[in-house]
């Protein structure tokens, strides 16, 4: 309405000109969420009802999953009671954990728009399967995972099928990972109801590949007209994978005893007119698998896209040469853990011309050269995650990585000593500005000058040249005159004194870093940061980032939450044994990172109930909070995170004692809380853990 005054003329001091978002043209409005997480669109959803409607449409809301965890589904129970009134469809379902009351309305409804569902360790009978299933009729992905109850009698689909096949014709993706009592026999009657399989995970089963125990169950080799109950063996599940062969392009086989014979009996024979012919392949912790299976299997998968060969032992620099030279298409490699990899097939590595996702942590043969002559050999504009945690490379390996790999979006250079610093931080910062996840953790060598680009030597050789600027340092409130100036004046006022100090190399240590916090933080407050002192970069330049882990860096500071991580996007930050933030940090940290969901301050020893109160008030998104070995927290932190963690899922409190204090009446009030990690303490005896427990499962 036109505010008008009583010449009629229009009042345009009363006239609101801010925009109006809302109004947005829905086209604006689903372009805007092509560029958001998960998690962000659901906090975008939240804003108004305009952009709650986006967020239901076309490929959002197929992105969408409902996840039932720890709680009894029944029609006349929440959350199943409050579902069971939305109007929204969804077409993918997690039940993880869960038991089964009266639910008939609520398998109706998933039932009719369902394409994707997972059972992980659900309470959950044949024949509530049986009737799960027969609702389902647009399923195409099926996970059992850990569901015991289900296989355990050996009758799964025996008798007539008739009734719950239309639920697994259409099924396209099917994994029974981590399921013990599977068998030959139900493993073939449940794939004998699918038509097209493209994806197949049998990871972590129990599977039988030694031909002494399969002669044992079949004397005679009549696998296909008396399959075993008792027994799960792989000449059924490569039967399995021959059967929808023309279909299947994902296998995975990760965590069992896979051999290299087994391997080999995948590869297509000469008078083979199909084969398997496999797009990925995992075979993650495979150790029976030998060079020579890999070298005779991967020639005939051309199409390989994902291979993952982590920790399987026999991986060499021959493997790495088959790899580089047959799978000309591959993208993803995980050979983590592969100690018989040198630099020699690193080297090898800069011939793979697609690769954008690479792990070869913990793999001790690889060092700097194998870097530098090998993916970081030239600008490589492909690769855009990379995972060298663990590796003996020094500063100019990392800083080589950061100049040529420009497009990185992962970088994991955890517990590599001796190559991250503060120069090759600084370097990483400077080239790798799309990051999204980097993770430092165990770098002790790292200082904040690392995370806000200060000179620390320019600073004191400013400082000890201006005595204006000595005295103001120690006259700098709230922390102490700072002795070691005082010291050093001394000191250099007389040549002739003694210089001999006392003090332990673990406590010059504590000194320097604590006179290298106090300097930097004068310098921010009074001002005198100039081009002669600051020639770094900022972490905050990195303005997509995140996750960053800093665990095990106990050299960073309160100075680096408060002018360094200013990231508007960072989502999971680890400060574990950052043992020198403080609430002074914690408060700039809050206000300068409002999307933190996972924050983890274990070890922390300055963390108190005011900072607890500061990070559960401000951070509304907290999802996962870890505060273990924070001794200074009492039960106002625990009473801070009742009121102020609306979202909170995941709390470790271990050696936390002081927050104990009647911890089964007051978590009972906090809906959202699936997992809870705390020790039995003094206050309370198993029984009393028992039923809180099960008071948070149900």
């Not at 029944?74 to 409050?82: E, I, N, Q, V």
């Not at 469809?89 to 009266?102: I, K, N, W």
């Not at 728009?113 to 799960?132: H, L, M, R, S, W």
């Not at 000595?470 to 040549?495: K, Q, V, Y």
């Amino acid at each position: 309405m036109e505010n008008l005054t009583s010449d009629g003329i229009m009042d345009y001091n009363d006239y609101d000109w801010s925009p109006n978002y809302g109004n947005l043209p829905m086209e604006i409005i689903l372009h805007i969420f092509q560029y958001l997480r998960h998690s962000d669109l659901q906090a975008a959803g939240a804003t108004c009802v305009r952009w709650r409607e986006a967020l239901f449409i076309g490929e959002f809301n197929r992105n969408i999953q409902v996840h039932f965890a720890k709680v009894c589904l029944s029609d006349r129970l929440p959350p199943a009671k409050h579902f069971l009134k939305c109007q929204r469809p969804y077409r993918s379902f997690c039940l993880e954990e869960v038991t089964f009351g009266q639910a008939q309305n609520l398998l109706e409804k998933i039932g009719h728009t369902a394409v994707e569902i997972i059972f992980d360790n659900a309470d959950i009978g044949d024949k509530q399967f049986y009737a799960f299933m027969q609702q389902l009729t647009k399923l195409e992905s099926l996970t059992v995972t850990r569901c015991s109850p289900l296989f355990m009698s050996g009758s799964f689909l025996e008798g007539n099928t008739a009734d719950v096949a239309c639920g697994f014709a259409n099924v396209r993706h099917l994994s029974l990972k981590d399921n013990q009592y599977l068998s030959d026999a139900i493993l073939l009657r449940l794939t004998s109801l699918i038509k097209k399989l493209e994806s197949f995970d049998m990871s972590g089963c129990h599977i039988a590949y030694h031909n002494a125990i399969h002669r044992r169950f079949y004397p005679n080799d009549s696998m296909s007209n008396n399959p075993s109950e008792s027994i799960l063996t792989f000449k059924f599940i490569a039967k399995v994978a021959n059967n929808h062969r023309k279909h299947l392009k994902e296998l995975n086989l990760s965590h069992t005893m896979m051999s290299g014979p087994a391997l080999q009996s995948l590869a297509p024979s000469e008078n083979d007119e199909f084969g398997l012919n496999l797009e990925k392949l995992y075979l993650t912790g495979c150790q029976q698998i030998n060079t020579s299976g890999i070298k005779q299997f991967l020639p005939s998968q051309s199409n390989l896209v994902t291979l993952d060969l982590a920790d399987t032992l026999c991986v060499n620099d021959d493997c790495l040469a088959c790899i580089v030279s047959s799978l000309t298409q591959l993208k993803v490699l995980n050979v983590a853990g592969c100690a018989g990899i040198t630099n020699a097939g690193a080297i090898l590595l800069a011939d793979a011309s697609h690769l954008q996702d690479l792990n070869i942590s913990r793999c001790d043969g690889i060092t700097t050269d194998g870097l530098a002559n090998g993916i970081a050999r030239q600008p490589n504009h492909v690769l855009r995650r990379l995972n060298m945690s663990n590796l003996i490379v020094c500063e100019e390996g990392i800083m080589c990585i950061a100049r040529n790999c420009p497009e990185l979006r992962v970088l994991n250079v955890g517990h590599c000593v001796n190559g991250v610093t503060d120069e090759s931080v600084q370097c990483i910062i400077q080239h790798l500005r799309w990051l999204r996840e980097l993770s430092l953790e165990d770098c002790f060598r790292l200082t904040d000058a690392a995370l806000t680009g200060i000179d620390m030597s320019k600073l004191e050789m400013k400082s000890s040249a201006s005595s204006s600027s000595i005295g103001t340092l120690e006259n700098f409130h709230p922390t102490p005159p700072s002795s070691l100036h005082e010291l050093e004046a001394i000191r250099s006022s007389s040549p002739h004194s003694m210089k001999i100090s006392l003090r332990s190399k673990a406590e010059e240590d504590i000194v320097r870093d604590a006179n290298r916090k106090r300097a930097l933080f004068a310098v921010y407050e009074l001002n005198l940061v100039d081009d002669a002192t600051v020639d770094g970069y900022s972490i905050q330049q990195l303005r997509g980032l995140r996750s960053l882990n800093l665990k095990g860096c106990n050299k960073i500071s309160d100075v680096s939450l408060k002018y360094g991580l200013k990231l508007v996007e960072l989502q999971r930050l680890c400060l574990s044994y950052c043992q020198q933030i403080s609430s002074l940090g914690m408060e700039a940290l809050v206000l300068n990172c409002p999307s933190i969901e996972e924050l983890d301050l274990s070890d922390c020893y300055n963390i108190n109930d005011k900072t607890m109160q500061l990070v559960t008030a401000k951070l509304k998104r907290l999802r996962s909070l870890h505060i273990s070995g924070c001794s200074q927290l009492t039960e106002h932190s625990l009473d801070a995170i009742l009121v102020n963690c609306k979202c909170l899922q995941t709390l470790s409190a271990y050696r936390c004692r002081s927050m104990y204090v009647a911890i089964e009446d007051r978590l009972s009030v906090l809906p959202t809380l699936r997992n809870l990690n705390v020790e039995n303490s003094r206050n309370f005896d198993n029984g009393d853990i028992f039923r809180l427990k099960k008071r948070l499962d149900y």
